[in-house]
């Protein structure tokens, strides 16, 4: 019980850090179209979070696979083999010389996974709150509580 | 078409010249009436000319125009004016125009009604004058004979127009039958009988119309006197004084052109006349091959690049077409217009033109007053920013915001509303200023011109002789960097360590220092490595002189080439500067080395196709930004006769705004000159530093993309580390609201940049252009030579993301598309039958498609460039001013053997010489002696039959021998130093490159193939298509859903 609950705590850190981690990219495009930043600084400043994004989302994943979670693991999945894809292909950072050219889009693909990840962090928030109801309380009260 | 009508009517006051046509569609429907009879009366009065004719004073006072029917609305029937008449209407084709009142369509029946009522003071008009080009006079409109413009209008015979109301009814339902569809349908009223009085329409409105579907039942009715044949070439077409600048209105009326097609020409030369109309029509048949065609009826550019001038006089204050040229001078007033004007919407900015002896742009200096600008949307005052408020207040054209004028600036207005100090400001008369910028223009103190030369000194550097050649140049060019004294120079050099060189002005022999840790790059010196050239003149004059030699034997053939960039970076981002490089080999060490990727057969044809041709290394993409980012701009020398990666190598240049010069196989024998030419004009012509550039434009328009080389750093913003007059960007724009309501649109291009002599600039260009509602006259007024450099642009970009096969077929189709809709646009009022049409203006673009798609960077396959050529050329076309690229697509060959025999030593007949024949083999005499010329390349292609005098004359002794390893050298006679004579001139005439001189006899294979007959375009050479295939093939994807 104590692991499970542990596993919830851990994926809500995980999944609330992806969710800053995009929304702050997010910022930085919207800045960016409308001047206040430089492309050079956006682009380190997004590029910089872009490959521990990666590596936290398909930790994320590969962690709902070993702990058995089908459903959290077939959510997760999709978005680490877009990721993948994209490493794969060296397309995966922001190309400092043409980021104009692709904002539009870079911003597209950035609130989709904004929403994305909002999603998979309410899910988690709710197996968070059930596992800690189910590890804080004894039977016997949540019996009670119905 | 657009056409001022100021008209003075009898009593003497001044009809306001008619107001543009979108306010027209846009109030119209609320009132039809009142506005067409003011309409019609003046209509009237400026067709027939009648001097006596009585106005009917506008209803409206401020815009007669303003209630003209909406589009597509019929007018209702309840006003005697259009009893029995129903105006043809706009067929609800999806070729007409969307805003078209068919005002103009009514007018003709309308009028003799008007002129017939009573008390309005109209007097029948009498017989115009003879001044009608119809031969066929049996019709009688007088009106047909008034038409001011026509050049030689016979007097007509009919009655005058009350006469005539019978006739209106009737005539065109018996008409038609009788001719139906003649050949060309140009016809005027040849077949209306005299019944028919309405006067043809003005010549103002004669552009545009929305082709009016001859079977329209309803509306089949009224005879139109208006010419669709008429030949608008060269009476209507876009007469600069079409649109009054002042009023802003156009009385462009798009109603017009409702006419009916099914009039038969009476007379040939009327035929003749109307092919003219529809912009020249190219009969080909393409069932019947041959018969149809005549190849050199097809047309070229043989005159070269004709500037669009149509504007010229009519804005003389917008600034010169070499600095800003439109891809159209007529913006489209609705998205839904633009989109069906399927070229690009953009323009091609070259901001630091050269201007020739005389047209120099004027430097303003504005003192204390500071640069006076618009509050809101920081437009700099311009030729046409008004003054109002007695001189107190300015008017910003662009946003239209009310300004204050600084007191400095305050001058009173004449009576006109004209500042008195107009002479004295040329900010205010001139399009093109150069104003001095005040320190809040500044982030930093103006940098001083920095030269930074990063020299690959590896075997083959030597041993091609490069380094000779470079270091000579790079000496010979100290006295005329420009900038003195505050020029700075540097020098690292490489193989596969690193070379720094301490030019301490206190030193007398340079101190070289060498740094063979490649991973963990520093800068051994904080400072010296970039030395002031007036105090350290005599250590660099030392270091180049010793430079060749102490590399002569140097056998390492490594290139450190990353980590000597990153070297010259941090050794350069104090100040930023001009970065030249000279790469003999693939950069083989450290970071950004590059491998052989170039060879591999297999990836040609795949969707990978493309990865060749952009940088493999992200390395160079990120110094290049920081190069930017610190005001780098970076020149690539690459002379290697192996694979090189131009296309990594090449997006340094391509981000920081410079360019690639490309050598493939240097040899110091044959390359010299040209890489000393070419060296010292990039080290010695002016150059601006640490320049941005912005483009603003009035409300409603927005640039959407920019191509080129050069870096944004904003959505609008080019950062531009360092630019000269060769180079030129591309933009194009969107419509942001689906309506625009001003008459005109402004465009101004700002340059911000540190002169050479330290100064802080900007460079204005200010440039107006009408909107019109009418696709027509936005086909009138293309500029092909505009189009064609964003399309080389889109097109180049394309093969960087795509095959080259797709890149091709983009421009096809994106010139049939445009085709598709003219001849839309046509068809339904012409029988077109199997004749491709195209606009005037645009006559050149499908050659000039073909040119493209036959270009280096775009030709053929892999076999036909190698991959190194096509980068370079891709770099080069990105930044060529329209001119150059033009030249470049479609090379000059003109002969000169005859030229040559004359006596006349002079070059006075050089324009005779000049002469520019169509790109074919067919043209070519194989007695002959021919010059091909592109302005990077020229071609002496001996003909096979050339008197052996010539070539004896010309090449000396060795004449017989081997063209390829016969240079030209001048010889000691007349007929010698008369072609070199000649070919000096030509390279004069276009200082950025210096063409290098090839010999190719005829015959001479493989030499010929590939040095001159790739290049005769309109040849099918290979898999590529001839230029009359080309036409065929455009003409039959034009017609396809046509």
């Given amino acids: 019980m104590g692991w499970d609950l542990f596993l919830w705590i851990l994926s809500f850190f995980v999944s609330l850090a992806l969710v800053a981690s995009v929304f702050y990219q997010v910022i930085c495009l919207t800045d960016l179209e409308a001047d206040y930043l430089n492309p050079f600084e956006t682009s380190s400043r997004i590029n910089r979070l872009i490959l521990p994004e990666f590596i936290l989302q398909a930790s994320l994943c590969i962690l709902f696979l070993i702990t058995w979670h089908w459903v959290f693991f077939l959510v997760a999945l999709p978005v680490t083999c877009y990721h993948a894809m994209l490493y794969k292909e060296r397309r995966h950072l922001i190309d400092v010389t043409e980021v104009f050219r692709g904002i539009s889009f870079e911003k597209k693909l950035r609130f989709t996974k904004l929403g994305f990840y909002i999603f998979l962090f309410i899910m988690v928030v709710f197996r968070l709150t059930l596992s800690a109801v189910y590890s804080f309380t004894e039977d016997d009260d949540l019996l009670h509580l119905f | ?43 009237n009065m400026e067709n027939q000319g009648y ?82 080009s119809f031969p066929s006079t049996t019709y009688g ?81 009224p005879p139109q006197p208006s010419f669709p044949g008429y030949p608008s070439n060269q009476v209507l077409q876009g007469p600069p004084s079409s649109y009054p600048p002042q009023t802003g209105g156009f009385a462009q009326h798009p109603g017009q052109q409702n006419m009916h097609p099914s009039y038969a020409p009476p007379t040939s030369t009327v035929q003749a006349l109307a092919e003219d109309f529809n912009s020249l029509s190219l009969t080909n048949i393409p069932g019947s091959l041959e018969p149809g065609l005549d190849r050199a009826s097809f047309p070229r550019p043989l005159d070269g690049d004709v500037e669009p001038n149509s ?85 910003c054209n662009i946003c239209s915001m009310l300004n204050d004028v600084p007191g400095e600036y305050f001058s009173h207005l004449d009576a006109t509303g004209r500042r008195m100090d107009m002479d004295q400001r040329p900010e205010l008369t001139k399009g093109s200023v150069e104003i001095i910028a005040p320190t809040e223009y500044m982030v930093r103190p103006p940098m001083p011109p920095i030269y930074f030369f990063l020299i690959d000194v590896s075997f083959s550097a030597a041993k091609s002789g490069m380094l000779q050649v470079a270091a000579q140049t790079i000496k010979s060019c100290l006295d005329n960097l420009p900038g003195y004294p505050r020029t700075q120079i540097g020098f690292i050099t490489y193989d596969s360590t690193l070379h720094f060189y301490n030019m301490k002005s206190s030193l007398s022999q340079p101190q070289m220092m060498v740094v063979s840790d490649l991973d963990d790059i520093f800068v051994p010196l904080p400072d010296d490595l970039l030395v002031n050239l007036s105090e350290s003149r005599n250590v660099v004059e030392a270091f180049l002189d010793s430079l060749p030699l102490m590399f002569q034997n140097n056998v390492n053939v490594e290139s450190a080439f990353g980590p000597a960039l990153k070297a010259a970076y941090m050794v350069m981002n104090q100040l930023g500067g001009k970065l030249l490089i000279f790469q003999n080999s693939l950069p083989s060490l450290g970071a950004g080395r590059l491998k052989l990727r170039g060879e591999d057969p297999r990836v040609y044809g795949t969707d990978k196709e493309y990865t060749l041709r952009v940088a493999e290394d992200n390395f160079y993409k990120q110094m290049a930004a920081d190069c930017t980012k610190f005001q780098i701009g970076i020149n690539v020398y690459a002379f290697s006769d192996k694979y090189t990666d131009i296309a990594s190598l090449g997006t340094l240049s391509k981000y920081t ?45 927005r640039f959407s993309s920019y191509h080129g080389n050069f870096m944004l750093r904003s959505t609008d913003l080019l950062a531009l580390p360092a630019v000269d007059c060769d180079k030129a960007y591309a933009m194009q724009l969107t419509l942001e609201e689906t309506l625009l309501t001003t008459p005109t649109v402004y465009f101004q291009v700002a340059l911000l940049y540190t002169a050479s002599c330290g100064e802080r600039r900007i460079r204005v260009h200010t440039a107006v252009a009408p909107v019109v509602t009418d696709l027509g006259e936005m086909y009138r007024q293309a500029d092909t030579g505009s189009i064609v450099s964003v399309y080389t642009r889109l097109a180049i970009e394309k093969t960087l993301s795509g ?110 010489v000049l002469k520019r024949l169509p790109l074919a083999a067919e043209n070519l005499d194989s007695r002959g002696l021919y010059i091909y010329d592109d302005g990077f390349r020229l071609v002496l292609w001996f003909g096979r039959m050339l008197s052996p005098d010539i070539a004896k004359n010309l090449l000396g002794a060795d004449f017989a021998a081997e063209l390829s390893r016969v240079t030209l050298q001048e010889q000691e006679n007349g007929m010698s130093k008369k072609l070199m004579r000649l070919i000096k001139k030509v390279r004069e005439n276009d200082q950025s490159y210096h063409p290098m001189c090839f010999l190719v006899r005829q015959g001479e294979q493989p030499r010929e193939g590939f040095l001159f007959l790739r290049y005769l375009i309109e040849d099918q050479m290979g898999g590529s298509t001839s230029y009359v295939d080309w036409i065929l093939q455009i003409h039959r994807h034009v017609q396809q859903n046509a």
């Fill in chain 2, 1 to 43: 078409m657009i056409l001022q009508l100021r008209v003075k009517s009898s009593s003497g006051h001044d009809l306001k010249p008619i107001a543009a046509v979108e306010s027209v569609s846009c109030c119209a429907s609320s009132r039809p009436f009142p506005l067409s009879h003011s309409l019609r009366a003046i209509v």
């Fill in chain 2, 51 to 132: 001097p006596n004719f009585q106005a009917r004073p506008p209803p409206s006072s401020s815009s007669p125009f303003a209630s003209a029917p909406p589009p597509g609305v019929r007018p209702q029937s309840g006003g005697p004016e259009t009893v029995g008449f129903r105006p043809p209407t706009r067929p609800f084709t999806p070729s007409a125009p969307p805003v078209a009142p068919p005002v103009g369509a009514m007018r003709p029946f309308q009028s003799p009604l008007v002129s017939q009522i009573p008390g309005q003071g109209i007097r029948p008009p009498p017989p115009p004058p003879s001044s009608n």
């Fill in chain 2, 141 to 221: 409109p007088p009106g047909g004979g008034s038409f001011q413009r026509f050049p030689t209008p016979p007097p007509p015979s009919g009655p005058p127009p009350p006469q005539t109301l019978a006739g209106h009814l009737s005539p065109p339902m018996s008409l038609r039958p009788q001719q139906p569809m003649g050949p060309p349908p140009q016809s005027m009223t040849s077949g209306v009988p005299g019944g028919y009085a309405s006067p043809p329409p003005a010549p103002g409105f004669q552009q545009s119309m929305p082709p009016v579907n001859p079977s329209y039942p309803g509306v089949g009715g």
């Fill in chain 2, 311 to 395: 504007f010229a006089e009519m804005y003389p204050m917008n600034c010169h077409s070499r600095y800003l040229r439109l891809t159209t001078s007529a913006i489209p007033s609705s998205q839904s217009l633009a989109s069906r004007w399927h070229l690009p919407l953009g323009a091609v900015v070259c901001p630091l033109a050269e201007a020739p002896e005389g047209e120099e742009v004027p430097l303003i200096d504005f003192g204390s007053s500071g640069i006076i600008r618009c509050r809101r949307c920081r437009t700099y005052v311009n030729p046409y920013v008004t003054f109002t408020d007695s001189g107190r207040k300015w008017r």
């Fill in chain 2, 657 to 701: 705004g410079g360019q690639v010069y490309y050598y493939p196989g240097f040899q110091s024998s044959i390359h010299g000159d040209k890489l000393r030419h070419e060296l010292a004009r990039d080290l010695t012509r002016e150059t601006a530093w640490e320049s941005v550039m912005r483009i603003r434009c009035g409300k409603g328009i």
């Fill in chain 2, 803 to 912: 095959k080259l096969d797709d890149a091709r077929n983009v421009i096809q189709q994106k010139i049939v598309k445009a085709l598709r809709e003219y001849r839309n646009l046509h068809s339904v009022q012409h029988r077109l039958g199997s004749r491709l049409i195209y606009p005037e203006s645009l006559k050149f673009l499908p050659l000039y498609g073909l040119a493209i798609c036959k270009s280096t960077p775009l030709q053929g396959g892999p076999a036909d460039a190698s991959l190194d050529e096509r980068c370079a050329a891709g770099f080069t076309m990105m930044s060529l001013p329209v001119k150059k690229l033009l030249k470049l697509l479609y090379p000059n060959v003109f002969r000169v053997d005859e030229w040559l025999l004359k006596p006349s030593a002079d070059l006075d007949d050089l324009k005779d």
